[in-house]
Nanobody, 125 residues
Framework: QRQLVESGGGSVQAGGSLRLSCAAS????????MGWFRQAPGKEREFVAA????????NYADSVKGRFTVSRDNFKNTVHLQMNSLKPEDTAVYYC??????????????????WGQGTQVTVSS
């Protein structure tokens, strides 16, 4: 049973927007840190954004600051990534991640315990 399920990916032109969602189930994810990573072809999986369980701590990769916004709804066990002003270099498979850390895990993928299967985002120029 998949515990983290991403949705909202797709194809968009540069400058456009997409909103990714991650539906969590099977564990008390409302008390977990949640994050987003992405992986482009031939590249390592990289950190995008993270939000603590309460939402009071948020972190972004420098490459997306000012363009992406992460949020969560603990009642619905969902986390979102609003992506604006998209660029071709944002093209990647985007993964939802979760960890029982009560703070914010590091940006290393190895600091996160649970993963979704990813959703493709393609930005054309």
């Amino acid at each position: 049973q998949r515990q983290l399920v991403e949705s909202g990916g797709g194809s968009v032109q540069a400058g456009g927007s997409l909103r990714l969602s991650c539906a969590a189930s099977g564990r008390p994810f409302s008390s977990y840190a949640m994050g987003w990573f992405r992986q482009a072809p031939g590249k390592e999986r990289e950190f995008v954004a993270a939000i603590s369980w309460s939402g009071d701590r948020i972190n972004y990769a420098d490459s997306v600051k000012g363009r992406f916004t992460v949020s969560r709804d603990n009642f619905k066990n969902t986390v979102h990534l609003q992506m604006n002003s998209l660029k071709p270099e944002d093209t990647a498979v985007y993964y939802c991640a979760a960890d029982p850390n009560r703070g914010l895990p590091s940006g290393s993928r190895w600091s996160w315990a649970y993963w979704g299967q990813g959703t493709q985002v393609t930005v054309s120029s």
